[in-house]
């Protein structure tokens, strides 16, 4: 009975202590005046740009859409294979990894992914968007034609999406970067060398 009391009280005292440690003292002194970090300016802009006159009545409306004949579901058809011919035969040359639009909404680039297995080795070429087509056959079924072939796609220069476009957004300086890369970075001037010998 006595250990009980005792294991019971050691208990009480040693639950009490923390709930005692853990209560705010009130009597401290006020802290500093936390720092406030500088204010960043926020611009927002339409996504893809001005609206057309055909399209004016439809802005602003949220939850609706009505399919018009020649839009397209784009995620559809990213990661699909591009072939070098609208033929039953024909060999894929790679795969439709992404689309550049302009602020208008307007496709500027397609860009394909080329050579790899897998995914390792491929680079990425942005080619024009009239270079793609899109080939249906009379059975419903579709799919992606290129007007290159794959030994034009290997040999053009790659496209490289990290030093163009900072978070899916174009990146103007680092694109003049990429166009001039003889421009030497700015490093401060060296220091005057010494003459040490007598």
């Known amino acids: 009975m006595l250990k009980a009391t005792l294991l019971a009280t050691s208990c009480a005292l040693f639950i009490g202590s923390a709930a005692y440690a853990q209560t705010s003292d009130t009597t401290t002194a006020p802290s ?13 802009e ?3 740009g001005s609206q057309s006159s055909d399209t004016a009545t439809e802005t602003n409306k949220v939850g609706f859409l009505e399919a018009k004949p020649g839009q397209l579901l784009v995620s559809s058809f990213i990661g699909q294979s591009v072939y070098e011919s609208d033929a039953n035969d ?48 009379s059975d419903g ?10 030994d034009e796609l290997s040999a053009a220069p790659s496209f490289d999406r990290s030093s163009l476009f900072s978070e899916g957004v174009a990146d103007p300086a680092a694109a003049a970067k990429e166009a001039n890369p003889e421009m030497p970075a700015s490093t401060p001037p060296a220091a005057p060398q010494t003459n040490t010998t007598p």
Not at 92 to 120: E, Y
Not at 141 to 150: E, M, P, R
Request: overall charge positive; hydrophobic content about 40%.
């Open 141 to 150: 079924k579709k799919w992606l034609v290129i007007k290159a072939t794959k």
């Open 32 to 44: 500093a005046p936390m720092e406030q970090q500088p204010q960043t300016s926020v611009k927002t």
């Open 90 to 137: 024909a060999k894929s040359v790679g795969k439709l990894n992404d689309l550049i639009t302009s602020p208008d909404g307007q496709i500027d680039a397609a860009v394909i992914g080329v050579g790899g297995f897998l995914g390792v080795g491929e680079k990425d070429v942005a080619v024009s968007p009239d270079q793609l087509q899109l080939a249906m056959r």
């Open 46 to 48: 339409n996504m893809f």
